[in-house]
Each structure stands twice: as structure tokens, then as C-alpha cells.
């Protein structure tokens, strides 16, 4: 009778009749079982070649369903062909979500998605509480694949040294890792032997962006033109910030990495081989985490912008991580219209609501604040007991991990495999913790306080 109820009334109108039980715990639930269930496949003698330990198949497994990349092994090496195909399902369903996946079976078997998957559909990939949960899937799922099957075509084209086999796995692995953001790779170098190949390292970048943009980016940018009418559409807000961001980030990481680092041999030897590699590397610290060079050999100045660039992440909606592009244009827009004396923050003509404004700050604060209290808390674990003095601790590797984890990027120093079993497990709640979002777990836990009454207001001296 409640099915009968609510299956013809859109997902707004339902939220005003319904009073809603917190879906998040479903989310949580989700991923945790996924992980836990990756991490007894991986460790099954089918999965292998060698032995792996509980804590680097969990390891494996959460980096994986998280879209990290964060390796603590040799993927090659340890893992059989099985092996491969399992973290290929793992990263797809990380990729896309697990709420994605289930309402898409539910609509497979003929059923309905419940009003909690389709509210948990909705703050996934829409800001418009009118679009119905079964024309999102309809719209993303078949993207995904499409776009998927044609880097995997050109990966393949692109493989003919290997087996026909090895072939499939790698094309179909590699697109995938692309995609989803993920930055497995099938060689333990990652990407390095293909630093100058201009196939490669195009339809990388380009499965990257595609995969990161956002499905309501993605979704207007598709329709921008209509060739029945020849006018081009009104476009939102979000995705105008959403391709300025990226299209900023891009170029100007690429411009300042070339700046940084024109005098070192890392880049290449010639102009084309700097730009190519640098561009490459602005694009994939965007929570991809495929490296084409050896990230050591960068400089210290480049390796902070690198971590600058992982921290901001991907546009909403997307498979990346990070605090996400327009979380940091609203912060900034913000402090610009403040500097102005504006009492309201405008953009492109239009006003960003107070409530947006509050989110953003917070997820930049809790976000600044986990990543302080982990990266001691790696320290303690991974160098207690040196002192600066003694011992140089590397505090920028271990920030630059820690960071690479929260924002579900990949991208490391090469600190990973050398982590205690502690450290291994701090980085697998930080990547879980990133993957789902600081401000998405704690409202599971923390009740909306009663805003009724405030107290008497008292001035303080700041700055």
C-alpha cells in the first residue's frame, strides 16, 4: 500500500508527505559490506599468485571501492587475472556509487527504487529534486559504458605486445581505473614507460575529465545546443562554475608545474615533452592518482601545488574526491565579495544562498582539520620517537599521503608501502572517510540542532 502510495509522485513532493528515515546509514552499510566482501575475494587462492596478508587485501580493497589508488603492493605481482577483474568490478562500484548500482538492479528486476535510494540518487547527481531516479540511471549508467568501452577500444588497439588475454584485462583495467578515477594500474610503475605516448596519455586524460565532471554537468553540456531550434540552452549556474574551475585548475596547474619545474629533466628534454607531461600531471592530481614521472623527482614548491590541486578534487557528481571544485570557487567567491563589502555573495549575476555558503565553509573546515589530526596521528604512528633534528621526519610525505587519501586521488611519495600495519589502517578510514565525505558521516551521528533560541551576543577582538 505505501509502494501504491508514492511509486507515481515525484521525489519533491514525496519529501514534504514523508518524513524521512536517515538514508545515509544505508550508504554506510553499503560500502562497508563491499569492502569487507573485496576483501575476502582478493585474499582467495583464485585471486592470487602469491600470499596476501588480511590487512593489504583490506587495504586493496578499500583503496579500490574508494577510487584511491593507494597501493600498499605490487597489483601485478600479487594478483591473478581473477584478481583483476575483481578490482575492476570493486573500482566500478566505487566509481559510480553503491546506491547507483542497486536501485540499477532493482530496475533490472523490474521493481522500484525505495524512497531513501532515490533521495540518496538525488544528492548524488542532481541539485533538482524534480528529476525522477530512474531517468538519472538511464542517463548515466549507458554514459559510463559508452565512454568506457571506447577507451578500452583504443587501450586495446593500443596493447598489441600483450596476449589477447592480457590484452582484454589490461584495456578493459585501465579504462575503468581511468574513469572511475581510481589510478590502479596494471604496471608498477604506473603510467611512467608511457610519459610521451600521445594516445596514452590523451584518452587518459580525457577518461579522467569525463569520469570527474559531474552528471549534471555533463548531462547540460550534452544539451547546450538545439539543433531543432539552433539556440543555444540556458545553462545552470553550478555547471558554469563546474567548467570554469576545471578549465582553470587545468591550465593553470599545467602553466605553474612547466614554470616549476622548465629546468628540470623530469618534464622531458623538449617544449612538447614538458607540456605534455606537466598537463598530465595537473590533471591526474585531481583525484585520478596516475603518474607518468616519479613523483620524487619533482620539487618540493610542485609537489605542494600538486597537493593543493588533490585537495580541491573533482566537480560534484563525478567519480573523483576531494572538498570538490565549487566548494572552493564558492569559498573563494565568498572571501572576494566580502573584500568588496558585499553583504551577499554574487556571481555571473546571480546570488549563491546563504545555505550553499555554510556548507562550503564547512566542508573546507572539517576537511583542514581532518587532514591536520591524521597527518599526526601518521607521524606518531610512523616516526615516533625522531626528532627534526635527529631524523628529518618528512612531514611533507606524510602530509602529501594523507592528503593523496582524503581526497581519493592515488598519487604518493612512495610512503605507502612502507606504512606499519597501523599506519595501513589509518590510511584505509581516511580513504573511506574521503570517499564518502567528512560532513556526509557526521550527520549521521549528529541531530540538527534547534535553532530557537540564541544566546546574548558578545563581541571579541580578531586579528
Keep these: 500500500m505505501l509502494r501504491s502510495r508514492y511509486k507515481d509522485l515525484p521525489i519533491a513532493e514525496i519529501m514534504a508527505k514523508r518524513k524521512l528515515k536517515n538514508p545515509i546509514y544505508l550508504v554506510i552499510l553499503g560500502y562497508l559490506m563491499i569492502i569487507v566482501l573485496g576483501t575476502v575475494l582478493l585474499s582467495l587462492p583464485f585471486s592470487t599468485q602469491v600470499p596476501i596478508r588480511f590487512i593489504d587485501a583490506l587495504f586493496t580493497a578499500t583503496s579500490a571501492v574508494c577510487v584511491t589508488g593507494l597501493s600498499v603492493i605490487d597489483i601485478r605481482t600479487v594478483f591473478s587475472d ?12 566505487g566509481g559510480l556509487g553503491i546506491m547507483t548500482f542497486s536501485t540499477a538492479l532493482l530496475l533490472i528486476s523490474g521493481m522500484r527504487p525505495g524512497f531513501n535510494q532515490q533521495v540518496m540518487l538525488q544528492e548524488n547527481f542532481t541539485q533538482d529534486g524534480r ?17 568506457e568501452a571506447c577507451g578500452a577500444v583504443i587501450f586495446f588497439l593500443k596493447f598489441s605486445d600483450l596476449s589477447l588475454g592480457t590484452r582484454i584485462l589490461y584495456a578493459v583495467f585501465h579504462s575503468v581505473s581511468s574513469f572511475c578515477n581510481v589510478g590502479f594500474s596494471p604496471w608498477a610503475d604506473s603510467l611512467t614507460h608511457f610519459q610521451f605516448n600521445p594516445v596514452m596519455n590523451i584518452t587518459t586524460c580525457l577518461l579522467i575529465i569525463a569520469g570527474g565532471f559531474g552528471f549534471l554537468a555533463i548531462s547540460e553540456a550534452r544539451f547546450l545546443f538545439n539543433f531543432k531550434t539552433r539556440t543555444i540552452q540556458r545553462i545552470s549556474l553550478h555547471t558554469k562554475i563546474a567548467f570554469f574551475c576545471t578549465l582553470i585548475l587545468i591550465t593553470v596547474g599545467t602553466a605553474s608545474i612547466l614554470l616549476m619545474e622548465w629546468n628540470s629533466s623530469a618534464l622531458g628534454s623538449t617544449f612538447i615533452q614538458k607540456i605534455t607531461s606537466a598537463a598530465f600531471i595537473s590533471i591526474s592530481s585531481r583525484t585520478a592518482g596516475f603518474n607518468s614521472l616519479s613523483m620524487i623527482s619533482l620539487g618540493a614548491g610542485t609537489l605542494f601545488l600538486v597537493a593543493v590541486l588533490m585537495f580541491i578534487g ?67 604512528t610512523e616516526y615516533s620517537g625522531i626528532h627534526y633534528g635527529s631524523g628529518n621526519t618528512p612531514f611533507l610525505k606524510v602530509l602529501f599521503e594523507v592528503i593523496s587519501a582524503y581526497a581519493t586521488c592515488g598519487l604518493s611519495l612512495g ?30 551521528v549528529i541531530k540538527k540542532p534547534n535553532t530557537g533560541a540564541w544566546y546574548a551576543e558578545e563581541n571579541i577582538m580578531v586579528g
Excluded: Y
Design 314 to 380: 573533482t566537480n560534484p557528481g563525478g567519480c573523483g574526491g576531494g572538498i570538490k571544485t565549487t566548494t572552493a570557487a564558492v569559498i573563494a567567491l565568498l572571501g572576494f565579495n566580502r573584500l568588496l563589502g558585499r553583504e551577499k555573495t554574487q556571481v555571473l549575476g546571480r546570488t549563491i544562498p546563504e545555505e550553499t555558503l555554510e556548507k562550503a565553509v564547512r566542508i573546507f573546515v572539517v576537511s583542514i582539520i581532518l587532514i591536520a589530526i591524521f597527518t599526526i596521528i601518521l607521524l606518531q
Design 82 to 93: 581473477t584478481g583483476l577483474w575483481i578490482l575492476i568490478f570493486l573500482m566500478e562500484l
Design 415 to 444: 610512503l605507502t608501502p612502507e606504512l606499519t600495519d597501523a599506519g595501513r589502517l589509518i590510511l584505509c578510514i581516511v580513504m573511506f572517510i574521503g570517499r564518502l565525505g567528512a560532513l556526509f558521516l557526521i550527520s549521521a
Design 131 to 147: 528529476i525522477d531516479s530512474v531517468k538519472i540511471l538511464w542517463a548515466v549508467i549507458p554514459f559510463t559504458l559508452l565512454v
